[in-house]
């Protein structure tokens, strides 16, 4: 994944934008809330930033929202029922480890051989084409 940090008043609501396996558009955003975890709000404005890329570039993207609070139930409802590609990362900020990765449908259909599993110590694992990308 190639990403650049984006920031001000232009930017399209995405904390970095970048490309996934060389061809997919891809939208960060990164949330920190030290308390609770990420709502539906935040899913909702994810939906509408990946709407207002579509409609100027006319191409699709990846949604991913990354943070180190967790995310709602309804947050990760919302994120399933969602029309566009998205992707919920929750990380150990200390660490720098994903702690969890939640995709939905349009995510699996666009990329069929991307593939989050539990591993024993229960941290995902993450594997695309049948190779590791994360332990």
Same mark, same amino acid.
């Given at each position: 994944?190639?990403?650049?940090?984006?920031g001000g008043a232009h930017d399209g609501?995405?904390?970095m934008m970048g490309t996934w396996w060389?061809?997919?558009?891809?939208?960060?955003?990164?949330?920190?809330?030290?308390?609770?975890?990420?709502?539906?709000?935040?899913?909702?404005?994810?939906?509408?930033?990946?709407?207002? /890329?579509?409609? +100027? @570039?006319?191409?699709? !993207?990846?949604?991913?929202?990354?943070?180190?609070?967790?995310?709602?139930? *309804?947050? %990760?409802?919302?994120?399933?029922?969602?029309?566009?590609?998205?992707?919920?990362?929750?990380?150990? /900020?200390?660490? +720098? @480890?994903?702690?969890? !990765?939640?995709?939905?449908?349009?995510?699996?259909?666009?990329?069929?051989? *991307?593939? %989050?599993?539990?591993?024993?110590?229960?941290?995902?694992?993450?594997?695309?084409?049948?190779?590791?990308?994360?332990?």
């Amino acid at each position: 994944m190639d990403l650049r940090l984006t920031g001000g008043a232009h930017d399209g609501g995405f904390d970095m934008m970048g490309t996934w396996w060389g061809s997919t558009e891809v939208g960060v955003q990164c949330k920190s809330h030290w308390r609770k975890g990420i709502g539906v709000v935040t899913v909702r404005e994810m939906e509408g930033s990946i709407a207002a /890329f579509c409609d +100027r @570039s006319k191409g699709d !993207m990846v949604g991913v929202i990354c943070s180190h609070s967790g995310f709602s139930k *309804f947050a %990760v409802m919302k994120m399933k029922q969602s029309g566009y590609p998205m992707v919920l990362v929750d990380f150990n /900020f200390d660490r +720098r @480890s994903i702690v969890g !990765m939640d995709v939905n449908h349009q995510f699996n259909h666009k990329y069929p051989d *991307f593939i %989050v599993t539990k591993q024993r110590a229960n941290s995902p694992a993450i594997f695309y084409h049948n190779e590791i990308l994360t332990r």
